[in-house]
C-alpha cells in the first residue's frame, strides 16, 4: 500500500470514528455539548472532583464557631412574606433569646467570602440552582432566597410554590432557585395499595426536573430512620421483590446506589456542578452532649434542645445517631465517578445544639409549647440561623 493509500485509509478511520453517536458511547465517555453563552463562568471553572470541598486549599469543614456582632447576615422580615415557613420563624414566633444568632463559622487556615448577592446573581445569571430532597433542603432553600434578597435588594422576583417543585425567580437576572421535594431521592408510587419506596428507581418527573438545573445540591438522610406512624412508606420494591421493612442503613445504600447512578448516566456535562449535603444532625437526647449530674436529670431520647442557646464548647462533637448515616453518604460519594462534591457540614452542624425551633414554631399551638419534652423540634433550624452558614460554604465552594 503506498503512502498516499495509507494517509487516506486513516482519514477516512478518523470521519468513521467521530460520526459515532454520543448515545453509543460508555457513559464515562460521553463528549459534552458546550454552550458558553450561558455557562460563562463554569466554562472559566470546570468541575473537578474535590472531596471534601477545596480540601487541597483549606478544609471550609473543619473549624470553630466564633462570636461575630456583625451577625446574622439578614432579618426574617428582609426576606419578604411567605418565604420563610413558620416552622423555621423562630424570632417571629416568640423565641425570647438572640444570642444564638451571633455566631460564625471560622475554618482553621482560611476565611469562608461574605456572601454578596449581586456576585451570586451575575456568576449565576441564565442558570437554575435546584435544591433536592427533604425538608432540610427547604430550610436551606429558603436560607438562599433571604441572603439574596437582602443584600441584593432592588431586584425583581417571583415565586411559584407547587409540590414537588418550587421556585424563586431573580427576573433582572434570569436566575431560578428550585427547591425539589424528594425526601428519599429515589421514587415512591401506589402499588396494590399501599406506598412503596421503590429503591432502584427515580420517577421520570424528578429526573427530567433535575435535568434543567445547572447547579444541583441533594440531601437526603432523616427519613429513612422514621418508624411507626413518621414512617413515609407501607413496603419497599426493590429488583421487582417487595419487603415490610429493611435494615434501614442497607435500604438507604440502596436508595442512594440508585442516585449515583442516576448521576453517572445523566450528569455528563463538566458545566453541571452536583453537591451533596451530608446529615444534618438532630438533638433530641442532651446525654449526647451533657455529663455527669447535670445529664442524670434529663429523660433519654427527651426533645432536650428546648432552652439551649449557646453552641457546644469545643471543637468536635460526642458520637451521635447521625454518624451511621454519614458513612453510608461518605462512601457513596466517594464511589462516583463523576464530580460530586460533598458539603460535609455535620460536625460543623452538630456543634449547633441553640440552633433549633425547638417550641418556637409557627406550626405548634400553644398547648403543644406548654410540652416542649414532647413537642420541641430539634431537627430543623432556625432562619435565619445555621442554613445560612451552609450557604456560603455552598457560595465558597461554587465560585472560590
Not at 187 to 199: F, M, Y
Not at 215 to 239: A, C, D, I, K, P
Not at 329 to 336: L, R
Request: hydrophobic letters at 35%; a positive charge; one cysteine or more.
Amino acid at each position: 500500500m503506498s503512502a498516499l493509500q495509507c494517509l487516506t485509509f486513516l482519514f477516512l478511520f478518523i470521519l468513521l470514528q467521530d460520526a459515532t453517536p454520543a448515545s453509543s458511547l460508555p457513559l464515562g465517555r460521553r463528549r459534552p455539548i458546550l454552550n458558553n453563552s450561558n455557562h460563562s463562568n463554569f466554562a472559566k471553572h470546570p468541575r473537578r472532583v474535590v472531596f471534601p470541598v477545596n480540601r487541597g486549599n483549606c478544609d471550609l469543614f473543619s473549624g470553630e464557631w466564633v462570636r461575630d456582632e456583625a451577625y446574622p447576615l439578614y432579618r426574617a422580615k428582609e426576606c419578604g412574606g411567605g418565604i420563610i415557613d413558620p416552622g423555621f420563624d423562630c424570632q417571629t414566633y416568640g423565641r425570647p433569646d438572640s444570642d444564638y444568632l451571633k455566631f460564625r463559622w471560622k475554618p482553621f487556615n482560611c476565611d469562608v467570602p461574605r456572601f454578596n448577592g449581586v456576585k451570586f446573581l451575575q456568576e449565576m445569571r441564565n442558570k437554575t440552582i435546584m435544591f433536592v430532597g427533604d425538608s432540610l433542603g427547604r430550610n436551606q432553600w429558603e436560607s438562599l432566597i433571604c441572603m439574596i434578597t437582602s443584600s441584593a435588594p432592588f431586584i425583581h422576583t417571583h415565586i411559584i410554590h407547587e409540590d414537588p417543585l418550587s421556585t424563586f425567580k431573580i427576573l433582572d437576572y434570569n436566575v431560578k432557585v428550585s427547591f425539589y421535594r424528594a425526601p428519599y431521592l429515589v421514587d415512591i408510587e401506589r402499588i396494590h395499595g399501599k406506598t412503596t419506596l421503590k429503591l432502584d428507581e427515580i420517577s421520570v418527573d424528578a429526573s427530567n426536573a433535575w435535568r434543567t438545573a445547572d447547579v444541583l445540591l441533594f440531601n437526603t438522610g432523616h427519613w429513612w430512620s422514621h418508624t411507626g406512624s413518621l414512617r413515609g412508606w407501607e413496603q419497599m420494591e426493590v429488583g421487582g421483590r417487595y419487603y415490610g421493612d429493611m435494615d434501614r442503613l442497607v435500604a438507604m445504600r440502596k436508595g442512594l446506589t440508585t442516585w449515583s447512578n442516576w448521576v453517572l448516566r445523566y450528569i455528563n456535562s463538566p458545566l453541571t456542578r452536583v453537591f451533596f449535603l451530608s446529615v444534618s444532625p438532630t438533638h433530641y437526647n442532651a446525654n449526647e452532649w451533657t455529663s455527669g449530674a447535670k445529664a442524670s436529670t434529663i429523660t433519654q431520647g427527651g426533645k432536650t434542645c428546648y432552652s439551649q442557646t449557646t453552641p457546644f464548647s469545643g471543637r468536635s462533637y460526642p458520637t451521635s445517631s447521625y454518624v451511621d448515616q454519614k458513612k453510608v453518604i461518605d462512601e457513596v460519594v466517594k464511589e462516583i465517578k463523576s464530580h460530586v462534591s460533598l458539603m460535609d457540614i455535620s460536625m460543623l452542624s452538630a456543634l449547633r445544639v441553640d440552633g433549633h425551633p425547638s417550641i418556637y414554631s409557627g406550626d405548634l399551638n400553644p398547648s403543644l409549647k406548654k410540652n416542649p419534652d414532647r413537642s420541641s423540634d430539634c431537627s430543623h433550624w432556625c432562619l435565619p440561623g445555621l442554613p445560612d452558614t451552609w450557604n456560603q460554604l455552598f457560595y465558597a465552594a461554587l465560585l472560590f
